[in-house]
């Protein structure tokens, strides 16, 4: 039996199909501006028995692909404590949202907590903020451990944070230093939800964001605790709603 | 709505096509929130017919009762006693407040960061489509938190008869003895309004009136603790929102012909949701017509709303009024204590809310708490915090919800509460 499942986050979806527990199948493609047809391009050739899906575009793909859904925050509860069986907190952070997850020791959410409306402290903010220093999302982390001073950023709102690094451009302060300052301004807010959940270790850092390196270097020196980064930390939702369509039957 | 009442609604001086866009929307809300459910029970009818008639045949009951004579008040807060009210022979009615409307007007008046309940209110009546505040002989704004406090001030110079009452914060002496000198004033408010002098048998029989409204609601609401439940917490909120609408007598009635329903249901093992749905008790700020958001994206997440700890709900209703009294003083001593134990957000400390939030969750067995806050509503948010911790110490999961009445977060919404709801299951 093979079981599949699609993650249709805001940036981008992620698919992931399981045969016998093992992963024969990962792909991904941008969400771009009809997720429904990037959904069926990428689903084109995949076979499966059953299919989850989880992410915001959840239940537009629901109602066109008569599947099951989740959430995304049971899919990664589900999909990380499968590849790190003792981790008690998770923090995703994606193209849109972040969430700090606790889980107790059966890998099930016990609590939650998700950022507002806005995209402060989000995927969408770092590709902003990254795209205004001139750096490709990649470049964005790399360069910002580069840095050798401490910048303060006060603003979080995208908007307000965009002309505040305009003017400290204007003002002589270097890419580096101002990515730097902005890495830790979204530490600081991942950090104050985390401390409303959980810091329990093991502590799983994933989603689109995990794949920065700053990032995963200041929360852990925020935190003073050891954190864990799976290999393809945007895929944690798939592969979680693939592990839930295997449950199915 | 029938043609017939555009000529009511024109001499209480609204504005034709705003108002009529407020029911098309309103119309369009109800059909895609409440006229979808399956299950219903069959005595809904009359509130579908009441939200139908909502700004028609009600307000025309209310017109025809001025010219008979009949007093009509208004208030936005389960502190203003229909009791007083109804023994001077008037009839108290909950002022519109519940959507987004006329908001540029709005944003003239008040400041940003005002609830969506205040500006609201301020909306129906700036944008002149809310047929009982201008039905209304008298408004009635009350003390409770800052923003409607200050709000008053504002309100005051738009309508020409705001009576405003303070009230108490503190479960004190003195704070009893206030709210006992503002019933007594509010007491002689009326009968200057209405020309009624008011003695025991009257008292006795407004306190009755209000009474048997109440048992009615707790008749609903004890019938919920069924498994599963006989009715949504969408159709129960109605009949605790049209609670502030409806002629008393008749909602009363009403609301028992439900309950003789649900009876039945409950006998043959029928609910809306199949048994075992996961149960939600939501706790927090007021609900008013149309402010159907939350339960909304509850009840289509997987969930049931089994009690409303709210103003619209148990907060409003949970006390009856001790009618044992003789004497005007003994009955309005009661009526003081019977409001005095109302534990809203407003006092300091409150902790009667949480015993009671607990006390909820085991009556109706809750799954889990949802706490609504509405946005820039101080007392409640201010609540929330300590309220979510003290319901997680006792093992009682909880979700935070902060929202205002825009649509804009719903689809974030859903993605909290339906995850809430799977850590439920």
Known sequence: MRYAGIDIGSRTIELV?????????????????DPMTQAKDLLAGVEHDHIIATGYGRHLFELSFDALTVTEIKAYAVGVSALFPGVRTILDIGGQDSKAIAVNDKGKAI???????????TGKFMEIMANTLGYSIDEFGKEALKATKDIQISSMCTVFAESE????LARGEKPQEIALGLHRSIVRRAVAMLKRVSIKEAIVFAGGVARNSCMHHLLEEALEKNILVPENPQAMGAFGAALLAGGIC | MSKNYKDMWKNLGLKLIPHDALLEVLGKGYEDIYLTQNNRPESMAYFNFVMSEIHGLRIKELLDEKTAGRKVIGSFCVFVPEEIVLAADATLIGLCTGADFATEEVDKLLQRNTCSLIKSAFGFKVGKVCPYIESANMIVGENTCDGKKKSYEILKNLVPN???MDLPQMKSDEG???????YLRFKEAVEK??????????????????NNKRKAIHRLSDLRKADPSPISGLDALLANQVFFYDNPVRFTESVNKICDELKKRIEKKEGVFPKGTPRILLSGCPMAVPNWKLPWIIETSGAVIVGEESCVGERGARNLTDDSGNTVDELMEAIINRYFKVDCAIFTPNPDRLDHIVEMVEKYQANGVVHYGLQFCQPYLMESMPVEKALEEKNIPTLRIDTDYSMEDVGQLKTRVEAFVELLK
């Open chain 1, 17 to 33: 199909v399981l045969r016998d527990g093992e992963i024969i199948e990962s792909r991904q493609a941008d969400s771009g501006f």
């Open chain 1, 111 to 121: 609590k939650f907590e998700m950022n507002d409306r806005c995209a402060a402290g």
């Open chain 1, 165 to 168: 690094v305009t003017s400290l």
């Open chain 2, 162 to 164: 705001l009576y405003v």
């Open chain 2, 176 to 182: 009893k003895a206030l709210l006992k000198a503002e």
């Open chain 2, 193 to 210: 309004l209405t020309g009624i002098s008011i003695d025991a048998t009257r008292l006795k029989k407004g306190i009755d009136i209000v």
